[in-house]
T-cell receptor, first 113, second 114 residues
Framework: SAVISQKPSRDICQRGTSLTIQCQVD?????MFWYRQQPGQSLTLIAT?????????ESGFVIDKFPISRPNLTFSTLTVSNMSPEDSSIYLC??????????FGSGTRLTVV | AQSVTQPDIHITVSEGASLELRCNYS??????LFWYVQSPGQGLQLLLK??????LVQGIKGFEAEFKRSQSSFNLRKPSVHWSDAAEYFC????????????FGSGTRLSIRP
């Protein structure tokens, strides 16, 4: 299965600022997925990132708040913009390789103060 | 609508006892099913997956799961739990496509009684 490096692993940020999370995969993948896990909750898909096109956002998530870049087939970034305490969550990237299921990065634990 | 239900929010079992975590799904086509484990402060690790074939699938760490189409279930089992199994367990369902998302259940937190 793919190996995913995600960073930063954690951060504490001031409200009103932005944080960019990076996700690097050790092999080329078509789609990369960004999830949010709020405290004590399950995972919710934010958006799907396809190289060379705009990301596709799920209901309740907008590009202005969570801009995503996908410059090549092994890398993506998610930015959490104009943060508020409600954005405190774990953010995870994920990729899928046929027959291998979905692999997740170790996550970015974000605390907004 | 596609959905995954994990009816047990929190389960406590004694170390050495058997374990079964329940998962029911609603999916319009042939589902692909997954169980993930998340230890405190960690990312998600794939325990096992079912794509097709034998409905009893073996995973890592001694876990297994059985796909029952008639019951729309994919329950996770382990014959004897270890203290290190304490974690959050997520069932997920999706289509077999690297271009498609999967849907997660709400999770079951497993505690181990010494």
């Amino acid at each position: 299965s793919a190996v995913i490096s995600q960073k930063p692993s954690r951060d504490i940020c001031q409200r009103g600022t932005s944080l960019t999370i990076q996700c690097q995969v050790d092999s080329q993948v078509t789609m990369m997925f960004w999830y949010r896990q709020q405290p004590g909750q399950s995972l919710t898909l934010i958006a799907t990132a396809n190289q060379g096109s705009e990301a596709t956002y799920e209901s309740g998530f907008v590009i202005d708040k969570f801009p995503i870049s996908r410059p090549n087939l092994t890398f993506s970034t998610l930015t959490v913009s104009n943060m508020s305490p409600e954005d405190s969550s774990i953010y995870l990237c994920s990729v899928s390789r046929d027959n291998y299921g979905y692999t997740f990065g170790s996550g970015t634990r974000l605390t907004v103060v | 609508a596609q959905s995954v239900t994990q009816p047990d929010i929190h389960i406590t079992v004694s170390e050495g006892a058997s374990l079964e975590l329940r998962c029911n799904y609603s999916y319009g086509a042939t589902p692909y099913l997954f169980w993930y484990v998340q230890s405190p402060g960690q990312g998600l690790q794939l325990l096992l997956k079912y794509f097709s074939g034998d409905t009893l699938v073996q995973g890592i760490k001694g876990f297994e799961a059985e796909f029952k189409r008639s019951q729309s279930s994919f329950n996770l089992r382990k014959p004897s739990v270890h203290w290190s199994d304490a974690a959050e367990y997520f069932c997920a369902v999706g289509p077999y496509s690297s271009a498609s998302k999967i849907i997660f259940g709400s999770g079951t937190r497993l505690s181990i009684r010494p």
